[in-house]
T-cell receptor, first 117, second 112 residues
Framework: DAGVIQSPRHEVTEMGQEVTLRCKPI?????LFWYRQTMMRGLELLIY????????DSGMPEDRFSAKMPNASFSTLKIQPSEPRDSAVYFC???????????????FGPGTRLLVL | EDKVVQSPLSLVVHEGDTVTLNCSYE??????LLWYKQEKKAPTFLFML????IEKKSGRLSSILDKKELSSILNITATQTGDSAIYLC????????????FGTGTRLQVTL
């Protein structure tokens, strides 16, 4: 299995620009999570989807952030307009919600390192 | 709001030492506690604990949950330089699907 795939791996942009991060979850997984990691705040959950439906977006910082999951194999996280304080590593993770003891196990992608100048 | 606190924040040990990392939590309707290891890239799964007092073991790593004390420890014996990483603790609550609440992590450095 290819694991969770994220793109781009690195992104440098100027303040005010739109940024789109992409994620392909592990095939067969039905839950997808977007996290942001910074030195100050650690790993924070932004939003998660179950069966392509957003379940909890309470971690999304503000209206500049939006996420979509149009199908089971693709999700995007968009920041518009971007600000320097959005600089962080953004991780996507996926898991399988069903019977079995490992259903909370989330598998993380390699992350997108975002720098907003 | 669910909360996870890890200690110490960072730790430097010599190769061969044994270390114990701590995780305490406050969560409504606790369901599970997970440990992850994060080296330079993405967190990788180590253990999931749901029952008190049952040790999970993988090689030199082991972990146990104490629901009475709302805490867990992660032990690493005979540490190696490859154990240098950030160790993250996370909890899930019933009724929240797989939503993980993470602690800020313990940064472990193992020196020669």
């Amino acid at each position: 299995d290819a694991g969770v795939i994220q793109s781009p791996r690195h992104e440098v942009t100027e303040m005010g620009q739109e940024v789109t991060l992409r994620c392909k979850p592990i095939s067969g997984h039905n839950s997808l999570f977007w996290y942001r990691q910074t030195m100050m705040r650690g790993l924070e959950l932004l939003i998660y989807f179950n069966n392509n439906v957003p379940i909890d977006d309470s971690g999304m910082p503000e209206d500049r952030f939006s996420a979509k999951m149009p199908n089971a194999s693709f999700s995007t996280l968009k920041i518009q307009p971007s600000e320097p304080r959005d600089s962080a590593v953004y991780f996507c993770a996926s898991s399988w919600q069903g019977s079995g003891s490992q259903k909370e196990t989330q598998y993380f992608g390699p992350g997108t390192r975002l720098l907003v100048l | 709001e669910d909360k996870v606190v890890q200690s110490p924040l960072s730790l430097v040990v010599h190769e061969g030492d044994t270390v114990t990392l701590n995780c305490s939590y406050e969560v409504t309707n606790f369901r599970s506690l997970l440990w992850y290891k994060q080296e330079k890239k993405a967190p990788t799964f180590l253990f999931m604990l749901t029952s008190s007092g049952i040790e999970k073991k993988s090689g030199r790593l082991s972990s146990i949950l104490d629901k009475k004390e709302l805490s867990s420890i992660l032990n690493i014996t005979a540490t190696q330089t490859g154990d240098s990483a950030i160790y993250l603790c996370a909890v899930t609550a019933a009724g929240t699907a797989s939503k993980l609440t993470f602690g800020t992590g313990t940064r472990l450095q193992v020196t020669l």
